[in-house]
């Protein structure tokens, strides 16, 4: 026994592992020598070596690009460093913590500054190459953010006569800015991507203004069906500065993040405008600048006001407008129709009869909840197949990413999130999806059996790469399934709506479904359809689709984009810019996105390298 009390045995095990990780730490340290020493001489063909020849990726958020793109080989990656690299001038890289090593692929997060900026990365090694890049700009150098030891202080030493309060200099600037001075950037769309921005723009000075419809912060989440509760779990939730409590629950009930979103605007010290609409914008090419009107409700008057900023975001989620299918004899309908975004309660609708067409996220919590609340019959149905996953796989899922209690921060589990280029993402998903469907193997034969058609994805790679190439069509089941399953939620499936009639809709089998209610759970349009309607069809056709990678599939046409198309990049637009995407991807890419606005603001070039021709209008 050695003097520590362990075996010979452990303590040969430790030695092992220490000399791996030693052994691991130089082949990441010799790749990176060389590989600054490559930029530094702006060797771009002995770069090139660096990276592995059958397949390498190097993904860059803003730090070299001014955009987000990744370069898919050798000759594209070689391409990206001859318009980039000299303005750039990349140097001080090292290695930002532990070295990693699991089949074979060895990783390690990245640090790394440029001439006008910080950045972190990450890389995978494979036999001694590089197989994955990632390298993203955190900060622009001169413009930091105030945290941590470059917090503001608070308070001014002396005596100062005259001296304004931290609150009425709060107050000075609500009421100055948009009237006496104009904003740098003003945020159309008050839910979570348009504040967590805001956030990100107020910590780099930038002067933005939120425009929101609703009369409240947080009421785009409030005045949705009371029941929904978000599927995704805390800890790859948090907001930027300021992350959920520690009590907060693992999936967050909708009134929840209402009020945590009404807080943040005003701990965060947001100027936003509720009970705000924008009417129109149009942008004046020769002065650079947007002209953008809104009417603003103050009590029981309503004003009309001309922003002029620089640039304009477009953050009204991920979607466009509602999407009500056409059906004959809808207008016949004795009963009550609305969209599922319109649905708001289950109670009104006790011992009625309720139909509710579609099968992903908000057409089974609202079956659920109408059967909770005692509706007389609730019928799903169902016209195209869905992805269900539970929400434990998920949980299992994020947490091998670091999302779980206890994790590794949550910038690093972004970080890392990021690295895996989208071209490959659906490879490592497919086995995932391929156990869990053993694992779960009688919960989905009780689907199946109910007569529900489930699908994972074209190509297998499930819930989370359907959503970014298509937004929807799918279920995270914290409940809904099981009412499928054991049919107290009625179920009509490979079928069509021939017509609605004056109680109920006909079917393509030739059933007829009793409804007091239809529910049209249908999805949303493109979220351009915005820019259409604010700025005009030309400005939407000019910048194209937004949302989707181009992989093909349904509802994603090719071809391969990339990167999602068109979010927290710059567009064909002068001066728009779309944000939008889940609590994860509002805090991620909202850093990117607000140092370029930043950087614009402060007159730094940003030539922007890959910004994609648009290959869908509208």
Known sequence: MVSNGMSNGEFVKMNDADHDHDHNTRIVEAWLSEFDEALQKQDIAHLITLFDEEECFWRDLVAFTWNLYTAESRGEIAAMMESTLAETKPSGWKIDGQVEEKDGVVSAFLKFETAI????GH???????????????????????????????????????????????????MEDLGYKTQPYVVIIGGGQGGIILAARLRMLKVPAIIIEKN????????????????????????????????????????????DWLEAYVRLMELIYWPSTECKSASYNEKQGLWEVNVERSLGPSTETIML???HIVLATGKAGMPYIPEFPGAERFEGVQCHSSKFKSAEEWVGKQCVVIGSGTSAHDICASLWECRAASVTMVQRS????????????????????????????????????????????????????????????????????????????????????????????????????????????????????????????DGSEVPAELIVYATGYGNMNQWAAKLISQEVADKVG??????????????????????????????????????????????????LQLKARMEGIATPSYGVPIVNHSS
């Open 385 to 508: 197949s869905t992805t269900v996953m539970k929400p434990e796989n998920c949980l299992r899922h994020l947490a091998n990413g670091g999302y779980r209690e206890g994790g590794p921060p949550v910038d690093d589990c972004d970080l890392k999130f990021a690295s895996v280029p989208h071209k490959i993402s659906p490879r490592f998903a497919v086995p995932v999806f391929q156990q869990m469907a053993k694992e779960r193997a009688p919960f989905y034969e009780g689907l199946t059996k109910a007569g529900f058609v489930l699908d994972w994805g074209e190509d297998g790679s499930g819930v989370f790469t359907k959503s970014l190439r298509r937004g929807g069509g799918y279920y995270l089941d914290v409940g809904a399934s099981e009412l499928v399953s054991n049919g107290s939620i009625k179920l009509k499936s490979r079928v069509n709506i021939v017509e609605i009639k004056h109680k109920g809709i006909l079917l393509s």
């Open 117 to 120: 900026s910080r950045g972190r």
């Open 308 to 310: 002029r900023p620089k």
């Open 545 to 594: 689709l937004c949302w989707g990678l181009g992989s093909g599939t349904t509802g994603d046409p090719g071809p391969w984009e990339r990167e999602l198309r068109n979010m927290w990049k710059p567009t064909q637009q002068d001066g728009l810019w779309f944000m939008g995407g889940n609590l994860h991807q509002c805090r991620h890419f909202s850093l990117p996105l607000a």
């Open 215 to 258: 009369a409240s912060p947080g009421d785009s989440w409030r005045n949705r069906y009371s029941s929904l509760v978000l599927h995704d779990p805390v800890w790859y939730d948090h907001l930027p500065y300021l992350p959920f409590p520690p009590n907060w629950p693992v999936f967050s009930p909708i009134a929840k993040i209402g």
């Open 123 to 173: 890389v995978r090694l494979k036999k001694g190459k590089c197989w994955t890049l990632l390298t993203a700009m955190t900060e622009l150098k001169g413009h930091e953010e105030n945290l941590g030891t470059g917090r503001p202080w608070g308070v001014k030493d002396g005596n100062v006569p005259g001296r304004k309060s931290w609150y009425q200099t709060r107050l000075e600037e």
